[in-house]
């Protein structure tokens, strides 16, 4: 199926026009279940996600999933223009999610639309418009994985300067608690938890893993909050802190939960396990295909819906990380385009996804 570029561009511009913070994106998501039904093609919907499959879609095969997002942050309070008008000025698109990951979703879609009717595919395809990225929500891509089915590789549309990205740091933030036991300051009473504290923040500022990764480097632990104390007068008998966790392919987050708690004294609970790391060797048939294409490979530190998938995948797509959340977003046109190229392009030079 043949699709003009103007088409994507124009869709690109409705979906920015189109307000979708995250948890909110069921305009959106009416745009997308729309411009796919318009070409005739049978789209799922489940909350504020949309999903469509190629139409000689045979379980026999393995599957494809081309996966972006449709919702986004708040608009950055530096914007000096309208986050919702899709102005193009010297071949810049502006607005409110164009690069992150706009983009990204409306070339997937484009090359999903040049292979839909393709009936010589050695797997299946799957596009899937998801909802909740921006916040890890569990109305997103992870909540319609069941739905799906078996998945055995997925292209996760993120601005990525048309770079593979191999890896990713998954994330898990730490409540922790030290105890000590109350007592007057001015005698030699209790048990001062903060000092308790100092000790295991020290060993998170210090602590190195045994296992470093290729692509993404060491385990990195950072110490983010501490809250402690009531009155000068008062040694105080807890002493909370939190701690932000970025765990590498190298370890589970289980993994590194264990380690941890191992160590320390106080009392350690996650928020989530659930986003974890991720990570697919350069000998992969999809990875592969891109480096014989010219593409080059990374890892990357920054959080996206690969961290919910259960199918070895890679992040690629038009635009730039950088620009993501900043003011003035935009993604150029060409990127787009070439977007969309690049997506093609591989595709037609996998031979085979697992």
Same mark, same amino acid.
């Given at each position: 199926?043949?699709?003009?570029?103007?088409?994507?561009?124009?869709? *690109?511009? !409705?979906?920015?026009?189109?307000?979708?913070?995250?948890?909110?994106? %069921?305009?959106?998501?009416?745009?997308?279940?729309?411009?796919?039904?318009?070409?005739?093609?049978?789209?799922?919907?489940?909350? =504020?996600?949309?999903?469509?499959?190629?139409?000689?879609?045979?379980?026999?095969?393995?599957?494809?999933? *081309?996966?972006?997002?449709? $919702?986004?942050?708040?608009?950055?309070?530096?914007?000096? #223009?309208?986050?919702?008008?899709?102005?193009?000025?010297?071949?810049?698109?502006?607005?409110?999610?164009?690069?992150?990951?706009?983009?990204?979703?409306?070339?997937?879609?484009?090359?999903?639309?040049?292979?839909?009717? &393709?009936?010589?595919? =050695?797997?299946?395809?799957?596009?899937?418009?998801?909802?909740?990225?921006?916040?890890?929500?569990?109305?997103?891509?992870?909540?319609? *994985?069941?739905?799906?089915?078996?998945?055995?590789?997925?292209?996760?549309?993120?601005?990525?300067?048309?770079?593979?990205?191999? &890896?990713?740091?998954?994330?898990?933030?730490?409540?922790?608690?030290?105890?000590?036991? &109350?007592?007057?300051?001015?005698?030699?009473?209790?048990?001062?938890?903060?000092?308790?504290?100092?000790?295991?923040?020290?060993?998170? =500022? =210090?602590? !190195?893993?045994?296992?470093?990764?290729?692509?993404?480097?060491?385990?990195?632990?950072?110490?983010?909050?501490?809250?402690?104390?009531?009155?000068?007068?008062?040694?105080? $008998?807890?002493?909370?802190?939190?701690? %932000?966790? #970025?765990?590498?392919?190298?370890?589970?987050?289980? $993994?590194?939960?264990?380690?941890?708690?191992?160590?320390?004294?106080?009392?350690? @609970?996650?928020?989530?396990?659930?986003?974890?790391?991720?990570?697919?060797?350069?000998?992969?048939?999809?990875?592969?295909?891109?480096? @014989? *294409?010219?593409? @080059?490979?990374?890892?990357?530190?920054?959080?996206?819906?690969?961290?919910?998938?259960?199918?070895?995948?890679?992040?690629?797509?038009?635009?730039?990380? &950088?620009?993501?959340?900043?003011? $003035?977003?935009?993604?150029?046109?060409?990127?787009?385009?070439?977007?969309?190229?690049?997506?093609? @392009?591989?595709?037609?030079?996998?031979?085979?996804?697992?």
């Amino acid at each position: 199926m043949q699709v003009d570029h103007q088409i994507i561009i124009d869709l *690109l511009k !409705q979906l920015i026009a189109t307000p979708s913070l995250s948890r909110d994106e %069921d305009k959106t998501a009416d745009i997308l279940s729309g411009f796919l039904g318009d070409f005739g093609i049978d789209t799922q919907r489940q909350k =504020n996600n949309v999903w469509a499959k190629n139409l000689h879609f045979n379980p026999q095969k393995p599957t494809l999933l *081309l996966n972006s997002h449709h $919702d986004t942050v708040k608009p950055n309070p530096g914007y000096t #223009r309208d986050p919702f008008d899709p102005a193009v000025e010297d071949g810049k698109l502006f607005g409110l999610g164009s690069n992150d990951a706009g983009g990204c979703l409306v070339a997937l879609l484009g090359t999903f639309l040049k292979f839909y009717e &393709a009936d010589n595919l =050695n797997y299946n395809l799957i596009f899937a418009a998801t909802a909740e990225e921006e916040i890890s929500g569990k109305d997103g891509v992870e909540s319609i *994985l069941p739905v799906l089915g078996p998945l055995d590789f997925a292209i996760v549309g993120e601005p990525t300067s048309l770079d593979m990205a191999i &890896a990713e740091k998954g994330l898990m933030v730490l409540d922790c608690e030290a105890k000590g036991i &109350a007592g007057h300051a001015a005698r030699e009473e209790g048990e001062n938890a903060i000092y308790n504290a100092i000790k295991d923040i020290n060993w998170f =500022n =210090n602590y !190195q893993f045994d296992k470093v990764s290729e692509s993404l480097g060491p385990v990195k632990m950072s110490v983010t909050v501490i809250q402690a104390g009531a009155q000068h007068n008062v040694v105080p $008998d807890t002493c909370h802190f939190v701690v %932000d966790v #970025r765990t590498t392919d190298a370890y589970s987050n289980q $993994d590194v939960l264990k380690i941890i708690t191992s160590h320390v004294d106080a009392t350690v @609970k996650p928020r989530s396990t659930r986003l974890n790391p991720s990570g697919v060797g350069k000998t992969h048939p999809v990875v592969a295909a891109g480096i @014989k *294409l010219g593409l @080059k490979t990374y890892g990357s530190p920054t959080l996206s819906d690969q961290a919910l998938l259960t199918c070895p995948s890679i992040k690629l797509g038009p635009g730039e990380s &950088a620009r993501s959340h900043t003011a $003035d977003e935009f993604v150029l046109v060409a990127e787009i385009e070439e977007g969309i190229d690049i997506y093609t @392009k591989l595709l037609s030079n996998i031979d085979k996804i697992s």
